[in-house]
């Protein structure tokens, strides 16, 4: 099969197949509202805080990954105004950053922070970072 014929994505780099993975015979779930869903949504990114506090209040998600420094709402902020509602209080937060000073971690720990990762990010780190959040990968 030629790259252009394709169907599904490209596995991830450091991919490996768990028993009942999509790719490997995994059932979609199901929404609140009973729709089919895939697992993972991949279209759940938003360049600024205020957009994305108003996309996940309608549409909670398990983890999101959030850059301290934002235009308009930083990281901190908007993890604060998610754990002050109901409908997104328990999403998994990791905050990336820069310089993480213990400031910066004793601030977030206050206000639910699940984990913190430093830039520059790789993919070793950052799937250790969120298996300490979610479960193993």
Not at 12 to 34: F, I, Q, T, V
Not at 48 to 58: E, F, I, Y
Not at 88 to 108: A, H
Request: hydrophobic content about 30%; charged content about 30%.
């Amino acid at each position: 099969m030629t790259e252009t014929q394709r169907t599904t994505a490209p596995e991830p780099e450091g991919y490996a197949p768990r028993n009942g993975d999509r790719r490997h015979g995994r059932k979609p779930w199901l929404d609140r509202s009973g729709a089919k869903r895939d697992r993972y949504r991949e279209d759940a990114t938003e360049n600024d805080a205020r957009s994305a506090l108003g996309k996940l209040v309608a549409n909670p998600v398990h983890l999101m990954l959030s850059d301290l420094n934002m235009p308009g709402m930083d990281g901190m902020q908007l993890l604060k105004s998610l754990r002050e509602n109901k409908s997104t209080q328990r999403i998994g937060f990791i905050l990336v950053t820069g310089s993480p000073t213990p400031d910066l971690i004793e601030k977030g720990q206050a206000l639910g922070l699940n984990n913190m990762i430093e830039k520059p990010l790789d993919s070793v780190s950052m799937k250790a970072c969120i298996e300490r959040v979610v479960c193993k990968l």
